[in-house]
């Protein structure tokens, strides 16, 4: 289960530069280790190489997936990178669904709207954190109205939280 947390907009964007610096630094030397070694143990000298460096460059890639995944993923300091990641990976879910979501908020189906207004705060706060304000003032009209819907029905508006129960629900709303 997600749930959106508070955070600095400016302080994560500082954070997760930081944080891609440091994984493109271990691509590129993982890249390049990876495609040498191809080449001095496979390639021909004088030929063409390319398929070995290009291998190479594809091995130091999975590396560095690898490396993220299982050794970086859960130290403190990649927290913010691994937020932004599970928040745009839950709106992801939720987009997945979006016409279900509709579909059941037209009806006035009570879990339907609390996952769409889950998915409007989750919006809010990537296009914050991402720096992107123009496209969140486009959709401040349909996040408002909805917000009044909600309050005029007695539901919480605050749906921090992705209940993954909500995700089944709409499924019956075609």
Not at 7 to 28: D, K, N
Not at 108 to 122: C, Q, S, V, W
Request: charged content about 20%; glycine content about 8%.
């Amino acid at each position: 289960m997600f749930e959106i947390q508070p955070m600095s907009p400016e302080r994560y964007r500082e954070q997760t530069r930081r944080i891609a610096l440091l994984v493109t630094a271990i691509f590129l030397v993982l890249g390049m280790l990876c495609a040498t070694c191809a080449v001095q143990l496979f390639g021909t000298p004088g030929g063409d190489n390319l398929l070995w460096n290009l291998g190479g460059v594809l091995v130091g890639l999975a590396l560095t997936v690898a490396v993220v995944r299982i050794s970086l993923w859960s130290q403190p300091w990649m927290a913010p990178a691994v937020y932004g990641w599970r928040l745009k990976r839950s709106l992801m879910r939720v987009t997945n669904q979006m016409h279900q979501v509709k579909a059941g908020v037209a009806a006035g189906d009570a879990e339907a709207m609390k996952l769409l207004r889950f998915y409007h705060l989750g919006l809010t706060q990537m296009h914050q954190l991402d720096g992107n304000l123009s496209e969140l003032s486009q959709l401040v009209r349909e996040i408002d109205g909805h917000r009044e819907a909600m309050e005029a029905r007695g539901l919480d508006p605050e749906q921090k939280r992705l209940d993954p129960a909500w995700l089944e629900a709409v499924k019956r709303f075609k």
